[in-house]
């Protein structure tokens, strides 16, 4: 076990760094498994085309005619097909969420246009629910102040979560990868949209955070890469491993998660809200993480070390949120109360998200949801 200080890389070291329903209504159904190499549209497929995760042959095989794509120019000499650059598929119709339509959104390019309609979906979403959140909860005097209510938090989620005890010691193998692929678009553009919260920081506040995401991006080691942590395990479970095959499979509940990240280190007025989120979400994954590395140990899952990569680290991206925000704090002060807003607001994010993934699997797998 690495025992170097946070933020440090040691020599042989493997860095490393997070989480959670399907787009139908609660209760319903989740699509099945995209099979690999389909190309999917912004057009929810039906069902029935679905392929099952755990049935022979599921694989799939040639791709399907998919959203647009753009191709560079030929290389001269004998004539090879260079690839199309990826792209997100714009909805072949109307019949489309907003948290899936924004999340399309946040990974595009965008103009006046496409902004003003992030704006728009936000103002009627986060916006709200911010101001809901903060006058519910009381001021919080200091940075002493927010970290105990943070660690009552924490311990709170601790002492139990019925639909994390399911993943851990009951659910089947086609259940655990239906939440496998429901987190998918999460483990693949995992800490992509923390970047544009760093130039709001003060210089030392930067560099902690910073320490976070390199060890997210595997310290540039592709191969410890958390992202691509996760390609190898879809890829064990038959699942395709790039974002777009997603969009289709992925639930309202993981866009809002998803989407908060870009609105607070893009558009939040207060970066606080951001350190106050990732401070939590560092702290939460180590415990939040062990039910499913002990659901890959129990059905033989070898690529578990998704998980188990951020029982480790975790801890030490904690300690660094924490120097972030105190940092932040002797550049420019502090108001605790919106750290405390941002921790409760993924923990609420995230845990929706989370125990609707699991209810789902079980529904879709023909057992009781949690």
């Given at each position: ?153 924490l311990a709170r989620e601790r002492a139990g979560n019925p639909a994390g005890e399911y993943l851990a010691e009951q659910a089947s193998r086609r259940e655990f990868t239906l939440v496998v692929r429901e987190f998918a678009l999460d483990g693949l553009t995992e800490a992509q949209n923390f970047f544009p ?174």
């Amino acid at each position: 076990m690495n025992t170097e200080a946070p933020g440090t890389l040691p020599p042989g070291t493997d860095p490393s760094g997070t989480i959670p329903s399907g787009t139908g209504a609660p209760g319903a159904e989740p699509p099945g498994i995209v099979p690999s190499g389909t190309r999917t549209t912004g057009t929810v497929r039906p069902r029935s085309a679905v392929s099952d995760p755990t049935a022979p042959g599921s694989a799939g095989s040639g791709p399907v005619a998919g959203g647009p794509t753009v191709s560079g120019p030929t290389a001269s000499g004998p004539a090879t097909a260079r690839r199309a650059l990826p792209s997100w598929p714009a909805p072949a119709s109307g019949d489309e969420s907003v948290h899936r339509e924004l999340f399309r959104l946040n990974r595009t390019p965008l103009d006046s246009r496409l902004l003003a309609r992030v704006e728009e979906i936000e103002r009627d979403w986060i916006l709200p629910l911010v101001r809901s959140m903060e006058a519910a909860g009381a001021p919080v005097a200091d940075r002493a102040g927010w970290q105990r209510l943070l660690a009552g938090l924490l311990a709170r989620e601790r002492a139990g979560n019925p639909a994390g005890e399911y993943l851990a010691e009951q659910a089947s193998r086609r259940e655990f990868t239906l939440v496998v692929r429901e987190f998918a678009l999460d483990g693949l553009t995992e800490a992509q949209n923390f970047f544009p919260a760093v130039p709001r920081l003060p210089i030392k506040a930067q560099m902690a955070v910073m320490r976070v995401l390199i060890d997210e991006f595997g310290c540039g080691n592709l191969q410890q890469a958390h992202s691509q942590l996760y390609r190898l395990l879809l890829a064990e479970l038959g699942l395709p491993q790039e974002p777009e095959h997603f969009l289709d499979t992925t639930g309202d509940e993981t866009f809002q998660f998803l989407n908060v990240f870009y609105w607070l280190t893009q558009r939040a007025p207060h970066v606080e809200y951001f350190l106050g989120a990732l401070a939590y979400l560092e702290a939460s994954i180590p415990d939040a993480f062990t039910h499913q590395a002990r659901a890959c140990e129990r059905l033989g899952i070898r690529h578990g070390r998704y998980y188990t990569e951020h029982l480790h680290i975790d801890t030490f991206h904690m300690r660094e949120m924490q120097l972030a925000i105190k940092e932040y704090e002797a550049a420019y002060g502090l108001d605790p109360t919106r750290l405390w807003t941002g921790a409760r607001l993924l923990s609420r994010l995230i845990g929706g998200a989370f125990d609707a993934a699991v209810a789902r699997a079980r529904e879709s797998a023909g057992g009781v949801a949690a």
